[in-house]
C-alpha cells in the first residue's frame, strides 16, 4: 500500500523552470530519506538528489548542482524539487524513491522535456 505519485513535470523551454512533486502514503513518511532519480532517453539511472528524513541534508548530482533544489514538507508527506535553469540534457522522466538505493519504493514517473 505504498504510494508515490509524482507530479509537475511538463514542456518547457531551455532556461526555464519547473517543481515537481511526490505525494507520499502508505508509510512513516518522515522516518524515510527520499531521493529523485532520473532516466534520460537511451540512458541509465541517474541519481539527481536525496534528502535525509528531517530535511536538514542534501545531496546532488554534480550536473544539476547550482540549478536543482530538494525539499521536504513532512506534514503534507511531499517532496519537491525545485529546477531551475534547465537544459535540454535534463530531458527525462524523473522518478521519487525512498531511501538512498534502488530498492526502496518507486513511483509512476513523471515526464519531463526541455525543448525549443
Known amino acids: 500500500q505504498v504510494q508515490l505519485v509524482e507530479s509537475g513535470g511538463g514542456l518547457v523551454q531551455p532556461g526555464g523552470s519547473l517543481r515537481l512533486s511526490c505525494a507520499a502514503s502508505?508509510?512513516?513518511?518522515?522516518?524515510?530519506?527520499m531521493s529523485w532519480v532520473r532516466q534520460a532517453p537511451g540512458k541509465g539511472l541517474e541519481w539527481v538528489s536525496d534528502?535525509?528524513?528531517?530535511?536538514?541534508?542534501?545531496y546532488y548530482t554534480d550536473s544539476v548542482k547550482g540549478r536543482f533544489t530538494i525539499s521536504r514538507d513532512n506534514a503534507k508527506n511531499t517532496v519537491y524539487l525545485q529546477m531551475s535553469s534547465l537544459r535540454p540534457e535534463d530531458t527525462a522522466v524523473y522518478y521519487c524513491?525512498?531511501?538512498?538505493?534502488?530498492?526502496?519504493?518507486w513511483g509512476q514517473g513523471t515526464q519531463v522535456t526541455v525543448s525549443s
Open positions: 524513491a525512498t531511501g538512498r538505493t534502488l530498492k526502496g519504493y
Open positions: 502508505g508509510f512513516t513518511f518522515s522516518t524515510y530519506a
Open positions: 534528502i535525509n528524513g528531517g530535511g536538514g541534508s542534501t
